[in-house]
Every structure is written in structure tokens, then in C-alpha cells.
């Protein structure tokens, strides 16, 4: 399992956040070149196959685990710790923090689209007025990309 296959597990639907919440990937706004980049930088991390964290980094984790979800500092620490991780990611021309911040961000636009077509037209509505423009722009770029650029 990939470092952001992972991440993607453990990830809660955070959808209900204020709109002035305060992590980083909450205000990283995405593009659809940075979105290309994420995807075929993950891909090259699945094809690599690399090894998943030890019970001992899993356990180190667990300390800064917030309502079940890895803060995307750590994701990017764990990505930079690795040294072919972070060449595949930097090969891809993307720094970890970037790999890290527009994979949370794509992340969170493909559960918001995948929770509204859920949600009838009210709820989805008040779900998006909570979330910051940068979140809402996130959502309309990978909306207009359509299913090619989210997450699965």
C-alpha cells in the first residue's frame, strides 16, 4: 500500500470543517497541472511498490492523529523521510510540502463530490457554504475536470 493509498484510508469525511479552519491544505488551492502532477506522482509510488511503515512509525503516527485523521505535516515529514519517495515525488516536479498539501486537497474536493451526489441539494449547500473559498474552488476545478482528476 502506497504512502498516499494510506493516507486515504485513514482519512475521516472532514467535510463539516469551519471555513476559517486551520490547517494548511484548508487554504491550498489547486490547479489542473498541479492535480496531473499529484496523480502521476502517485502512480509512480504505487508502481514502485514501496515498502509501508513499520509498526513503530505507524505507532509515532498515532501520537498526532487528530479525530482519526494523520495531519498533512506528518504525511509530508513521512514522505520526505523516504529517500525514493521523495525522488518520485520531486521527479514529478513537485516538493514534498506540495506533494503533501495538493494531495489533501484532492483528497477532501473527491470525498466533498462523492458525499453531495449522496446528499440531497439542501444539505450539500450548507456543507459548502462552511468550507473556505479555497476548498470551494478545489471543488469546482476537480467538478469541471471531472472523474479523470479525483482520487478513487
Known sequence: MTILRATIAILPLFLCAGAHA???????????????KVKAANAALEKANLPGQTEEEEA???KYRKNG????ERFIL???KRPVAKSIVTKHGLSP???GLASY???DASLYLTHEA???KAEAARMQARLTRERQANIALVRK???AAAFK
Do not use: R
Not at 22 to 36: C, M, W
Open 69 to 72: 485523521e494523520l495531519p498533512v
Open 118 to 120: 449522496m446528499a440531497g
Open 97 to 99: 510540502k506540495e506533494f
Open 22 to 36: 486551520g490547517t494548511p491544505d484548508d487554504h491550498f488551492v489547486l490547479s489542473p497541472a498541479l492535480i496531473q
Open 145 to 147: 475536470l471531472g472523474p
Open 78 to 80: 513521512s514522505v520526505e
Open 60 to 62: 509515532d503516527d498515532d
Open 105 to 107: 486537497a484532492l483528497i
